[in-house]
């Protein structure tokens, strides 16, 4: 049964714990918001987007959802706001107040 | 049905661990435990075991490929002695906080320096505290059985832990003594199938293992972990009766020799044992009420059996074979006087280092024990509890 | 194999959100582009050795990998995939295990270069079906930017710090590829993030399914330990490339491949004067110091272009 890390915080008892630290399952690093360490995000102009995707690759956030080889918006919930998706656009469809 | 042989404890361990025929088994050589892998390469060579023999580069490697073959859901193990398992330090306390069922087949040598390719037990004893199990050997007969019983003491699901099976460098592991093996399918049997519950490679459902917990999470994990150590003392004695019925053969937690009425017992552990065992014979001739506690289980630490044990006893040498460097004796000497403190024993200990790098322990050095025993129970006072067995000065 | 780029980004996420490392990261990004190059329905198992990456994508509870996944130690990563890929051939051939699993391994520059590259040369040796990726961004700097075998020399890290008898490290870079290459592992490769990432997604692909040990060597850009300008990572590494400094290779069972040659190779003062890491070498009086360094980023070039024309 996948760990539920709802239930494993910091003020879980050690009987509660999961055994040998494991956690089964995979991407529950999703539940934690590190959009939360930066309050300039990038704005997604989707008008001038023209879908190249080149931005895809860039992210070190892995927040740039892409579905049906479109990307989609900005998951600013993990968004870290460091600006490499802006230098990236070819169109001018991503800006961020102190990147050019 | 059993099988008389004559074989080395190298060998029979070997032998052991071609009737488990383990998943993976990482190996590096170092004396005296160099046997145990070769004698397993020639049964990977002759397709006798379905294992992956993987030979690596070292002690580390080892013992870190056996942590990712158990990790990902193999039975697995490895064989080390003296520096290979000080190299593998980090990975002994990894292996126990993944709570990974892996065992270890070790064959105590002296730690450098100097560098000296002998047995005493300041390998195994170094690492008493890094959350493995501990079972130590007599002779060949008990480090065989031991290793059949390995892996059903660790994969217990109430237990999880990895287990270091010892005997003693060359005494055991060289020395050809009679031996009686079980049939490849009695072993098989009582091994049973591995079914781990969640493993790297189960396809239903990843895994992942080895995080970066921070504090509020450490202490709380160590105490986790702790728990298994608590649960392995009935998992080895409730797996030792079942090997019973199998073998004929009975273990605990540690054997008991002449103690029903003995005022004056060593505790000891390792080959050294037999050797006493023959003063006791000598002693007991002679009317003496001496006897013996060998220790088979030393991690977890049976105190309190330990303490009943010795509850009569107006006196007790504890003979360890590792230096501990406290000033006061080796590990050995501080387990048990910490258990008999706690039973609130009467009786008179000490603590004797003996046996380093190989040194002979002879029956006269063991009656020279019980002497030195019989004057303190005389005395009424234990003197100087740190002492040195068979040492030039 | 060609290379789709669309559809590459249109696979399915490998690596989480929520990993806490630093925003502008190059390390997670070379991470997602390797991950990318396996096959939708493969199965992996990941390992890491100890480093930013580790501590960043498996903080109990919160993993950031959608495959299996084990950190062991810090010196280990080799070794501990070898154990896992142990397992695996043993339960394949047990009937225990149908499914098709690849081993991939990330360590950084000092887990890989330093203090693992015993357990790495081993299990390259061992000729394991696994590829071990070093996201070398050139010190330690999950314990705060010490130099490693991998630093660049005359970089300002914290153990060479530049003062006034110090120009930062002594040094030149340990070669690991060419080391790897030199175990006769069937496939080593060279890559960074440039051209779209085709370079770096054909190499990881070939990696992956190249039966045997694979070594991929990223040059992954660390904005902490570099000092430039975070959101510039992709022209740090195209003047990387540039310059000669990175050059992207690929050793081919023993054959040597030149992936790119740049129409002009650049002077490599526009590698580093974005990086703080250099700022001293533009000092007046330190010009000898970047011909110094330019002479040896020439050699190792040359070094390559005869190993590739042979």
């Known amino acids: 049964m996948a760990s539920d890390v709802n239930k494993l915080g910091v003020k879980t008892k050690w009987q509660d714990l999961t055994e040998g630290m494991i956690i089964v399952g995979s991407g529950t690093s999703k539940e934690f918001k590190t959009g939360e360490w930066s309050s300039v995000k990038p704005e997604f102009i989707e008008d001038k987007c023209k879908q190249c995707l080149l931005c895809v690759p860039v992210c070190p956030d892995s927040c740039i959802p892409v579905k049906d080889m479109k990307r989609g918006a900005f998951d600013l919930e993990h968004c870290k706001g460091c600006g490499i998706c802006v230098k990236s656009c070819p169109f001018g469809a991503i800006t961020m107040e102190g990147v050019k | 049905m059993g099988k008389r042989e004559r074989l080395s404890g190298n060998e029979a361990v070997a032998i052991a661990l071609r009737q488990i025929n383990p998943d993976v088994f990482p190996a590096f050589p170092i004396t005296p435990s160099t046997e145990i892998p070769q004698y397993f390469a020639s049964f990977v060579a002759n397709g006798q075991v379905d294992t992956e023999f993987i030979t690596v580069e070292s002690e580390h490697s080892s013992m870190s490929a056996t942590i990712g073959a158990s990790a990902a859901g193999a039975r697995a193990l490895t064989a080390t002695s003296s520096c290979g398992l000080a190299y593998m330090w980090e990975e002994l306390y990894i292996a126990a906080s993944n709570r990974l069922?892996?065992?270890?087949?070790?064959?105590?040598?002296?730690?450098?320096?100097?560098?000296?390719?002998?047995?005493?037990h300041s390998d195994s004893m170094g690492a008493r505290d890094a959350g493995w199990i501990q079972i130590y050997a007599e002779n060949n007969q008990e480090a065989y059985d031991n290793m059949v019983q390995a892996f059903r003491i660790s994969e217990h699901k109430d237990v999880r832990l990895p287990i270091m099976i010892c005997q003693d460098g060359f005494i055991t592991s060289h020395a050809v003594e009679n031996i009686e093996l079980l049939a490849d399918n009695e072993v098989k049997d009582f091994v049973g199938e591995y079914e781990p519950e969640n493993y790297l490679l189960n396809p239903k459902q990843p895994m992942a293992v080895g995080p970066y917990a921070i504090t509020d999470y450490y202490m709380e994990a160590k105490r986790n972990q702790a728990e298994g150590m608590k649960n392995a003392v009935a998992v080895v004695k409730d797996v030792a009766k079942e090997f019973a019925k199998i073998s004929g053969r009975e273990y605990g937690l540690f054997e008991e020799y002449f103690m029903e009425d003995a005022e004056r017992a060593v505790v000891i552990i390792g080959s050294a044992a037999g050797t006493t065992k023959d003063a006791i014979d000598a002693l007991r001739a002679k009317g003496e009420k001496v006897g013996l506690i060998k220790i088979r289980l030393y991690r977890p630490f049976p105190a309190d059996e330990l303490a009943k044990a010795l509850k009569n006893v107006k006196a007790v040498a504890i003979m360890d074979r590792a230096e501990g460097y406290s000033n006061h004796g080796g590990p050995l000497g501080a387990d048990v006087m910490s258990a008999l403190y706690r039973a609130r024993s009467q009786a008179l200990a000490v603590n004797y280092i003996y046996g380093l790098g190989g040194r002979d322990v002879r029956?006269?050095?063991?009656?020279?024990?019980?002497?030195?025993?019989?004057?303190?129970?005389?005395?009424?006072?234990?003197?100087?509890t740190y002492r040195y067995l068979g040492i030039r000065e | 194999m060609a290379y789709n780029f669309k559809e590459t980004m249109n696979k399915p996420e490998r690596l989480a959100p929520g990993h806490r490392m630093c925003a502008g990261c190059g390390g997670t990004i070379a991470v997602r582009n390797v991950l990318r190059g396996l096959r939708e329905g493969d199965k992996a198992v990941i390992g890491n050795a100890t480093g930013c990456l580790e501590v960043s994508t498996f903080t109990y509870p919160y993993t950031a990998w959608e495959d299996s996944y084990i950190h062991n130690a810090f010196e280990n990563a080799g070794a501990t995939l070898s154990g896992v890929e142990g397992a695996y051939n043993a339960l394949r051939r047990k009937g225990k295990l149908d499914e098709t699993y690849k081993f991939i391994t990330f360590g950084g520059d000092g887990g890989t270069y330093d203090i693992g590259f015993q357990s790495l040369s081993g299990?390259?040796?061992?000729?394991?079906?696994?590829v071990y990726v070093c996201y070398d961004n050139g010190a330690y700097m999950n314990t705060g930017i010490q130099r490693s075998s991998a630093t660049p020399m005359y970089a300002d890290t914290t153990t060479t710090p530049v003062g006034s008898e110090s120009n930062?490290?002594?040094q030149n870079r340990k070669d690991l590829?060419?080391?790897?290459?030199?175990?006769?592992?069937?496939y080593v490769a060279q890559t960074t993030f440039v051209q779209n990432f085709k370079d770096l997604h054909i190499k990881a692909e070939k990696a992956i399914y190249t039966p045997g040990a694979a070594f991929l060597n990223i040059m992954a850009p660390c904005p902490r330990g570099w000092r430039y300008n975070t959101p510039d990572i992709m022209e740090i590494c195209k003047l990387g490339v540039d310059t000669c400094y990175w050059p992207l290779f690929e050793v081919v069972e023993g054959k040597w491949i030149l992936n790119y040659e740049p129409k002009k190779k650049l002077p490599i003062e526009d590698f580093l004067r974005p990086q703080g890491r250099f700022k001293h070498l533009f000092k007046p009086g330190n010009e000898h110091l970047i011909e110094q360094f330019q002479q040896e980023v020439d050699r190792r070039w040359d070094e390559l272009l005869y190993k590739c024309a042979r």
């Open chain 3, 177 to 186: 590829a060419a080391i790897i290459a030199s175990h006769d592992v069937p």
């Open chain 3, 123 to 130: 299990a390259m040796e061992r000729n394991h079906d696994m």
């Open chain 2, 101 to 120: 069922p892996l065992a270890l087949a070790l064959v105590n040598r002296a730690l450098s320096g100097p560098i000296n390719i002998n047995c005493d």
């Open chain 3, 168 to 170: 930062g490290k002594m």
């Open chain 2, 363 to 384: 029956v006269e050095d063991m009656e020279s024990v019980f002497d030195a025993l019989k004057q303190i129970v005389e005395d009424g006072d234990a003197g100087e």
